[in-house]
């Protein structure tokens, strides 16, 4: 059964450090997304992505975040100059139509120090 | 604007015990659709439910049934003879149909315990 891929699972980085988190969709789907969780806490909406553009952002999504489809097949988050309070687990998820379910992968756990 | 509201933070419940999951939504669209995710410990999100705004059914599989009325803007989630298995957060969420590439909006989850 096709799956959203994310890697890395698990990612440590210093306060002020880039990172890119990378995500492969399901591979027919065309619309594509951005979450994050705080421990314990709701999923929330970073980013949408559709025909290698951006369909909407939250206010959480500022200036130091920047998503990039650079090949048919991944999906990247990247964040510029990481803050302590970016530490969560990113989900990357994709869907065939607008409004269709949208599969999640696994997530990645950043922790940043 | 979209709200999804999920009052019970945690329930804890005993094997085979029937359990309630209850969701309320906000919003003005007519259209839209909604779902339920489950997010056991391992942390992944699986999808569990999408439901159509016009289409007020209620729906069963297996132990899991979905009953949505609109008149309430309710759409809960019941487990029958729950199972330790079961344990997990449970997240409630809503999608506008036809406003663009829109993104789930979630609840803030229900956790659930099934004790043996």
């Known amino acids: 059964e096709p799956e959203v891929t994310q890697t890395p699972s698990h990612q440590v980085t210093q306060m002020g450090q880039e990172v890119i988190l990378r995500c492969v969709p399901i591979s027919n789907h065309l619309y594509f997304y951005w979450y994050r969780q705080i421990l314990g806490q709701k999923v929330e909406f970073l980013v949408s992505f559709y025909n290698n553009e951006i369909s909407e952002k939250s206010e959480i999504f500022d200036d130091q975040f920047s998503v990039e489809r650079p090949d048919g097949s991944n999906f990247t988050l990247k964040i510029r100059s990481t803050k302590l309070e970016d530490s969560a687990m990113y989900f990357c998820a994709s869907s065939a139509q607008q409004g269709n379910e949208q599969y999640f992968g696994p997530g990645t756990r950043l922790t940043v120090t | 604007a979209q709200k999804v509201t999920q009052a019970q933070t945690e329930i804890s419940v005993v094997e085979k015990e029937d359990v309630t999951l209850d969701c309320v939504y906000e919003?003005?669209?007519?259209?839209?659709?909604l779902f339920w995710y489950k997010q056991p410990p391992s942390g992944e999100l699986v999808f569990l439910i999408r439901r159509n705004s016009f289409d007020e059914q209620n729906e069963i599989s297996g132990r899991y049934s979905w009953n949505f009325q609109k008149s309430t803007s309710s759409f809960n989630f019941t487990i029958t003879a729950s199972q330790v298995v079961d344990s997990a957060v449970y997240f409630c969420?809503?999608?506008?149909?036809?406003?663009?590439?829109?993104?789930?909006?979630f609840g803030k989850g229900t956790r659930l315990s099934v004790i043996a």
């Open positions: 969420a809503l999608i506008l149909r036809n406003s663009g590439n829109t993104p789930l909006v």
């Open positions: 919003t003005r669209d007519t259209t839209y659709y």
